[in-house]
């Protein structure tokens, strides 16, 4: 049973705005990642993470952020958002057998 | 460079039907193939995993197999169900130090009532 969570779910938000998605695994994964999927189209990787303290972009080009303090938790912000920014977000760990677990996603709406 | 493809891009069948989905990949020297299912505007579901010393998993209606020399995997879907309906990806993750998986583009299922 996979245990990966996303906050918000949903989330509208204004031009400009600060926000942080959530992602949160207690399956004590060392890796990370972070997609983007733009509804109908492929996944892209915009960040991963090989552990506490270790971050790195993908191969998608993306102004957000991520952040590694804790093995469990893999925030990503965005400093301020656009409507380009529109899309939704999933969060992933990989396993033992190096399978990949995702979380349910957060859909960002930028107005 | 690792590509991944699959084919059908859409598929529209009449419950009950027996289906196969094709997965391609360039590179052989993956370290496992999985098959997601996605239902719209939601995550990735795990269906099946398979090492790349493997030659098939199976789970209940569903059997993946695997051909690593000839860059091929296949989904079997048993006796469909409306509730098959979704978009399947394949993914190989690549021999890397980061675990980089590469997801092919998807086949949308539509099972038929």
């Known amino acids: 049973e996979a245990d990966i969570y996303q906050t918000p779910r949903y989330l509208v938000i204004g031009t400009g705005k600060k926000i942080t998605l959530e992602c949160s695994q207690t399956?004590?994964?060392?890796?990370m990642y972070w997609y983007q999927q733009d509804p109908g189209m492929e996944l892209h990787l915009i960040h991963y993470?090989?552990?506490?303290?270790?971050?790195e972009k993908g191969d998608l080009s993306s102004e957000s952020t991520v952040s590694r303090i804790r093995t469990e938790h893999f925030p990503l912000t965005l400093e301020s958002a656009r409507p380009s920014h529109t899309s939704q977000y999933l969060c992933a760990s990989s396993g033992f057998f190096k399978e990949q677990y995702f979380g349910p996603g957060t859909r960002l709406t930028v107005t | 460079k690792q590509e991944v493809t699959q084919i059908p891009a859409a598929l529209s069948v009449p419950e009950g039907e027996n289906l196969v989905l094709n997965c391609s990949f360039t590179?052989?020297?993956?370290?496992?193939l999985q098959w997601f299912r996605q239902d719209p505007g939601k995550g990735l579901t795990s269906l099946l995993l398979?090492?790349?010393?493997?030659r098939e998993q199976t789970s209940g209606r569903l059997n993946a197999s695997l051909d690593k020399s000839s860059g091929r995997s296949t989904l079997y879907i048993a006796a469909s169900q409306p509730g098959d309906s979704a978009t399947y990806l394949c993914?190989?993750?690549?021999?890397?130090?980061?675990?980089?998986?590469?997801f092919g583009p998807g086949t949308s299922l539509s099972v038929i009532p």
């Open positions: 590179d052989s020297a993956i370290y496992n």
């Open positions: 993470s090989y552990g506490v303290n270790s971050t």
């Open positions: 993914a190989v993750k690549l021999k890397t130090s980061y675990d980089k998986v590469i």
């Open positions: 399956m004590g994964h060392d890796k």
């Open positions: 398979i090492q790349s010393s493997q």
